[in-house]
């Protein structure tokens, strides 16, 4: 295989996938193509076909139907070979917490089959990637969490997987030792590795080039965190600083020039279709309405804005089988 | 600081060790009547721990607690009388029913029956969860499981809710769905303490207390926090982020610099002056980028801004 060639033929390639189980279609005609060093954020309510998807591109789920091509492997085909070119990082994951760090990374290099100087070197770069050198001996549950991150993140590299898939890699660290890590992960990603990461935290999507938005088993959005913004909210954002709030809220809600109206920590969160031209006119409306100095202001709508419009509001589907559908996949997760 | 009526909770240099580890130190703080407090900070920063201490199932090393005028301490019975704490993993019986659980609730805090009925199809109707009263508490998605805990926690009618991280795992479309709810508990007087290893949810908190590394940080307003920025925040939209983070890093007045999906953003001192220079460099170096322009920092912006350097130093 040419360097040129794998450079040029994208990462992943997914058409028309599907699975079923048993009578629930958990996944249903998803398409779409990752290019190489992309960082593709997966987002979507539990249950929604993610980590379904995510399943059948690591090689540990069949396909029902549509193929998917993994670095150029289909994944019917030949799920071994895809397992061997890629990585996979859970926040759960599994560390040994009374190994030490250079044991750990040992072990897992020789579950990927690594040995002898090839090991060495590998173990040698995650050290050096994690920041971790000076402590290849201390043991891991010795390690805060930013660190353990890290290393999990180190061991989930030492087979220079092309592909590396990131289930929720960041939550609950500081936002510190956050920072660093996606720095971590735009530098392997400027190196070539295509990242998958799948979250439910917005912070974390933000960071992805893209972002495919999935819903019950079908692939709603997929584009650029601001292309998602800009897109899907069909309208504006104003903020309202006012009081009393609950008399502001109850006249919004009758208000011809407001979509849509929802409470936001003290404030009150406005959709109109033109913020510039409505901005006077609420201020006036709700002046009428014994609200006095309401201070409005655009906002930009934030990742979950456009997660909540593209997903919709209400309950997730209740067919037969959700429940049991979305049993299996979280349970696969941990 | 002083109690008045208008204190739900006062929390006086609170500390707690465990072994040798601070978990909180010399916490102090002042939850006001009908807001939502938010407790804002990564894992091991002392939430769990503070909210433990706040119900009475956790006793302080040291420090005092009045929790509706009540001393904690000397009076934890009644203290867990006038409140409810929602912990990390709250004890829903997975094979009853959203029914079920409710009623054993009701037992549990001796909810008068003639009073249950009507509490129940009224929350469950809030939650928004009155058509899966027949569905057995485990086939709930994670979000629903939440809202049930909610609600089983809110049966005998508290003035004062605690909620340890009722939205961990949960997905933005039912995180949303549950801030409505709290909000509605708001309008109703319910005072709420919450807390989020989410950054974002900051933002919903009428005031928050920042955490890190068991000790209150700041505590106030959003819009108070968001004022102690130094400096300002650029955004810059480039397909080449990491070209351009290189280009603008170690800058004069580049505070710092970090890559996100859609380009770059840029800690500076100044917003006008240094978004020009930048413009300039990027342009003489060839990279390639769309706009430049001041954003407003987030929770999480803050958070690095204001601790960045003393983690640095330490």
Redesign the interface.
């Known amino acids: 295989m040419s360097t040129v060639a794998s450079l040029r033929s994208p990462a992943i390639e997914v058409e028309r996938l599907e699975k079923r189980f048993g009578r629930f279609l958990a996944v249903s005609d998803v398409s779409f193509s990752v290019r190489p060093g992309e960082i593709l954020g997966f987002l979507g309510p539990n249950g929604a076909g993610k980590s379904t998807t995510i399943r059948m591109l690591c090689g540990l789920l069949r396909p029902s139907a549509g193929r998917a091509l993994v670095d150029r492997i289909d994944v019917a085909l030949d799920p071994e070979a895809v397992r061997k070119r890629i990585g996979y990082m859970s926040q759960k994951f599994s560390l040994y917490q009374d190994l030490t760090v250079a044991e750990n990374l040992r072990f897992f290099g020789g579950i990927y089959g690594l040995a002898g100087a090839r090991l060495a070197a590998r173990m040698r770069y995650a050290l050096e990637m994690a920041e971790l050198t000076d402590h290849a001996d201390s043991l891991v549950s010795d390690l805060a969490g930013g660190w353990k991150q890290r290393l999990a993140l180190g061991c989930a590299i030492l087979h220079e997987p092309r592909i590396l898939f990131l289930d929720e890699p960041t939550s609950g660290v500081d936002p510190l030792s956050r920072r660093r890590f996606w720095d971590l992960i735009h530098d392997m990603s400027g190196a070539g590795v295509t990242c998958i990461v799948s979250t439910h935290h917005m912070d974390e999507a933000e960071y992805c080039n893209r972002i495919a938005l999935i819903d019950r088993g079908t692939l709603v959005a997929l584009g650029s965190p601001a292309e998602l913004k800009r897109r899907s909210l069909g309208g504006e954002l104003l903020r309202v600083e006012c009081a009393p709030l609950d008399r502001a809220l109850a006249a919004l809600h009758e208000c011809p020039l407001a979509r849509d109206v929802a409470v936001f920590g003290s404030t009150l969160h406005v959709l109109v279709d033109d913020a510039a031209a409505r901005r006077e006119p609420l201020i006036a409306y709700l002046a009428e309405h014994s609200v006095e100095d309401a201070h409005v202001t655009r906002i930009d709508p934030t990742l979950e804005d456009a997660f909540v419009q593209l997903v919709g509001r209400g309950e997730p589907p209740r067919e037969p089988g959700w429940a049991a559908g979305a049993g299996q996949a979280s349970g696969a997760q941990a | 600081m002083s109690e008045d009526a208008g204190t739900a909770v006062l929390l006086a240099g609170l500390s707690k060790r465990f072994g040798s580890v601070d978990a909180v130190q010399d916490a102090s703080f002042e939850v006001r009547r009908g807001e ?1 407090f938010g407790l804002i ?5 002392g939430k769990t721990t503070i909210l433990r201490v706040l119900s009475g199932v956790m006793a302080a090393d040291s420090g005092s607690v009045l929790v509706d005028g009540v001393d904690v301490r000397s009076n934890p019975e009644q203290v867990r009388a006038r409140i409810s704490y929602m912990p990390q993993r709250f004890g829903l019986y997975e094979d009853l029913t959203v029914d079920e659980n409710i009623r054993f609730y009701a037992e549990v805090f001796e909810v008068p029956r003639r009073l249950r009925l009507d509490r129940a199809a009224r929350l469950l109707g809030a939650s ?1 969860m009155a058509e899966f009263r027949r569905r057995l508490a485990g ?6 499981k939440q809202k049930l805990g909610l609600t089983c926690s809110l049966v005998h009618a508290p003035r004062i809710v605690l909620l340890d991280e009722p939205t ?10 549950f801030w ?1 709810i709290l ?1 509605g508990l708001r ?1 109703e007087g319910v005072t709420i303490v919450i807390s989020t ?4 949810e900051a ?4 005031r928050l207390a920042l955490l ?1 590394q068991g000790a209150v940080r700041y505590c106030e ?2 819009v108070a926090l968001r004022a102690r920025m130094p400096g300002a925040l650029l955004e810059i ?1 480039t397909p080449a ?2 070209a351009a983070r290189d280009v603008v890093s170690g800058r004069a007045g580049v505070l710092s610099a ?5 380009g770059l953003h840029v800690h500076v001192d100044d917003a006008v002056r240094r978004g020009s220079e930048i413009g300039e460099a990027l342009r003489a170096r060839a990279v390639p980028f769309g706009q430049i322009r001041e ?2 920092p ?1 929770v ?1 912006d803050l ?2 801004a204001l ?2 350097p003393e ?1 640095k130093a330490a």
Request: aromatic share 8%.
């Open positions: 939502i900070g990564p894992d091991g920063a928004g086939e709930l998605s994670g979000g629903m961990t795992g949960v997905d933005p479309v039912s995180r949303r769905e409505q909000y309008a290893a989410y950054f974002d933002e919903r908190c009428d890190h307003s959003p939209v982020a990491r970090l890559t996100v999906g859609d954003v407003t987030n999480e958070f690095v601790l960045a983690a």
